[in-house]
């Protein structure tokens, strides 16, 4: 039996695309974000997160 590890951004590019927005409950001083699909219909509706808790985009990939 072999195995193959896989690479990072193998494993990332297999995963589908969506197209997201985000809003803040405050623009100057933030403390939550909301996270909901942008065009595009989705069975999570928004889903909201500590500030501090979020992880940039860029940082994920």
Same mark, same amino acid.
């Given at each position: 039996m072999s195995v193959r590890q896989s690479q990072?951004? &193998?494993l990332l590019a297999s995963y589908p695309d969506f197209g997201l927005s985000c809003l803040y409950d405050d623009e100057d001083d933030p403390a939550e974000v909301t996270v909901f699909?942008?065009?595009e219909r989705s069975t999570t509706e928004w889903?909201?997160? &500590?500030v501090e808790s979020a992880v940039a985009l860029e940082d994920v990939r």
């Open positions: 990072s951004g &193998d699909p942008g065009e889903l909201t997160a &500590d």
